[in-house]
């Protein structure tokens, strides 16, 4: 067999083998083969430990009456026999790796084996099914009934699993909802696959084609209300859409129908628990809003509300019970004031503070007390839950009063100001105002502060940001606060800060959520209070009243999935709202404010407010590049970049000549600035910012690494010429070289000239300074990365020998980043090393591949166990350290438990491990012993398919054959 080349030019990392051993690409193999790469990688893995299992059996041999003598004799030279020394180099180990004698795919034998497996997996589930088929529901008591999910995606499934056995109409509390630990849910999926089937039996229908609306509702309601238990929630579901759809045309005779005929059907629904039309239903009466009939039927409305077996009804039936106006809600503040049960009534309670009307007639105010005149906490918890609470604090009044804490010496100004700011477009003017109105000298913070918070992006209607939480006055944390403190803020005291969601999903972090804790006793005294003071209100009040609560209706309907006609428009987002002309006029003013702090607010917020709304202060900023405050050019500077290509070119040259400028950000700014307009250029202008850019990139006035990536992002060319300063650059000027090999992070992976850059960086990785190997590594994988397995000489074959070889590299940090690489493969990596662990003779790469094992998982564990045999003190010692650090007992036993043909190579190898006469840690000893333990009573219970024989070879119950004489075919089936 030939061996790997390790190149000394770019074309050298390629396997010289014959053309029958020649390695193949997991691309290639998926293509050869048919079947998933990552089945071949796990495939390859298991026969690689197929091996290791066999080698295990080969070399361990349980102790008999015998050998527990001879051990008592043992010696260092004997235990030297029994260690692991592998005798394989770096380049035999990699042959061994892609060696496509070694893809061989699943044998038929064991084929057979899996399609049993999966098989007998069918059977067991659609067993499952059978019986659930026949269990009646609503025979179960609460704490009776199953707890396992119900897939019911199944239209064939539907009638059998949701009504039971003994009557039609008694199983349908299930039907159409998913339960699990979280609760009950709508299964939107079957709901609308449900809707859909009746549309298409219907659609040919005269009263579905006909213009009489009347027809229409008598048709549906008498399909709803007695037709077969599909075709009625199929009715049910289009008569819900009749109503969105008409109901600012529906007449009074035709709402009198659709009420009449639901509050006649839904007792019938009620008693048999059929939650889902009962959902519909309660729907159809919160949209159709307050009524004669319905007040006069609110009884059964109250009926399902505190029916506890109908969560999601009672959802409903709380909207419809809101939706009567004055005496609904009276009804609800009665209910949650009564004490006869320790959940309805909370729950009413936060229901209520879900909606727009409570929010801003009882909550928000309350805060505004706190603030008004609450002491220094209590101003700041306040402000920080008004933050959240958005366009609700202008609605309520607010926006008067946090204006004037503006003015307050003694209050966090940034905080004020950006609770302003999340009142949407009404904050939005009130800021402008404010900016335009203080010039006085005093007033420089406040118009820096309003400056920095108008380029946050907050959507006309944005939603509260935190959830708000009513909980029982006995354990509401509000003991050591002065009487009459209703909320209470928990959450951090600080502004929400609109302009960071982009940072937010760059970097997978989301922020913690954050409650408004009310207290039940004083909400529900609050409650009462504007109870009264709604009942003396006019009757033009009153519809204002049923306006808000239709509003709430329709914004919460658990159903209206059925009937979106789309998502929300972008422009309504966070991160996506529109700045106003006036903000962005109001900061082009301030760019002539006689304060410089107050300019480079300015121009800091017209470059995050960026290209789009900004343009038009292209020329105020272009001015601003001369000004003779440092801190404002660097500002202007930066902001210009930031208007895109097409405005920024306008500037380039006075751009490339601030390259010189006396202060270091007013440098490091243009050098941004001119990469981010890179792709605007025409060819002249590129070679112009070519031609500036190398000058200061020798002479270090600007950070290497920011010059360096400003090159890479003008284009090919750029690459071009960072690679021949890389050439001519000295061997001693290491920072250099790191920088320029740094940079190439950002090369374009889609054009050809990748090559060009890939063979600079092979070349240099063997470089003398553990900087440029370094960045070599790192940019090699950040470029593999982002090229997805598209560039030919990143592909794993042509990869994975240069990281393999950095895991003998003298500095620690870069062995360090090999591991990472290598692990960032998946099975591949874990084969790598497997083998490396196993093969490779070199002590300093098996020590790495046992910390890089230890970071694939606990599946590695067995291959793990080698290097607490292996010759060599330090890959004992790393083995250990890994085993302790990311291991687990509970973790093994959990992997290992359905495997009982690995077990005894386990129990084999950690015997002879504890009776090396080498140091073990202790907690090391005390991992292996309580596996060994576990392991072992795994084997007197009999649950293992396999024993150990007298002599230490494994025999099969069912051949009763050795391991030692099968054929080697015969050992790795049976082992596997």
Partial sequence: ????????????????????QDAISAQEEYQLSGRPTQENYEGRLGQSMSKLNSFERRSVRPLNERGANEMMSFHVGSAKKKLHSPEKSSKEVMQRVFDDQELSLTSPSQQRVLEQEEDRIIDQMQAITNNLARIDFTTLSPNRRPSVPVDLEAPQEFDRISRGSLNGRTGGRGFLLNVNENGASIDQESLEALYLSYLEKVKNEAWFLGNDLTKKIQALLGVATSGPHEEALGAAVHLLHVVIRTKEILQSDQVALILSGVFAALPSFARGKEQMMMIILLEIIALLGGSSIALANIGQLVNI???????????SAFLALYAQGTHGFSVLVNLAAKEFDEFVPLQILNWLAETHEIRTRIIIPSLLNDLAL????????????LNRLGSLVAESGGLSLLMAQMGEAHIDRNLVAATIRSCGHTGEMALVKLLRGSNSSSSTLIRKVVCFVLGWRVPADAPPAMRVSVVPYQVAEHYHLQPGTMCLFKGKIAPMNFGDTDKEESTGTTQEEETLEVNSRDFTAALQRYLVVRQSQSREVEEEFVDVSHRHVVKNQQLKFLFEEGEQNADESYG???????????????????????????????????????????EPLA???NDGDANVRAMATWAIGRLGPDAGSRCLRRLCELL??????????ACISIGQIGQGLNSAQTQTAYTALSKVLKDSSINKLTVCETIVTLGVDGEALLLNVMKTTPAGNYKLKAAVIQSLELANVTKPTIDFVIEELFRHSSDAMIEVRRACLSTLEVLRRRSRNNVTYLKPKNILPLFYNFLQDSAQEIRELAVASIAAFGPQGE???IEGLTKDRNATIRVECAKGLGMMGVQTFRALLFGLRDVDEAVRKATSQTLRSRFAVADVIAEYKEKHHQKPAIICAIKEILSLPFWLNPETKS??????????????????SSTIGAEGSFYSKNTGRSERNMSPGKQQQFFN
């Fill in 576 to 618: 996506n709202a529109r700045i106003s002309a006036e903000v962005v006029r109001a900061l082009v003013a301030c760019l002539s404010d006689e304060n410089p702090g107050v300019r480079e607010a300015a121009a800091n917020t017209l470059g995050t407010i960026g290209a789009g709304e900004a343009l038009s202060a292209l």
């Fill in 305 to 315: 509300l505190l029916d506890t077996d109908l969560p999601l009804a009672q959802r």
């Fill in 1 to 20: 067999m030939g061996e790997i080349t390790i190149f000394n030019s770019f074309e050298g990392f390629e396997m010289n083998r014959t053309p029958v």
């Fill in 623 to 625: 001015k601003a590049l």
């Fill in 927 to 944: 991992l292996l012993s309580d596996l060994l333990r576990a392991f072992q009573a795994d084997v007197n219970t009999g649950k293992m």
């Fill in 660 to 669: 010189r400028d006396n202060y270091w950000k007013v440098r490091t700014a």
């Fill in 374 to 385: 609450g002491d220094q906490r209590r101003k700041m918890t306040a402000l920080a839950a």
């Fill in 831 to 833: 084969l790598v090393f």
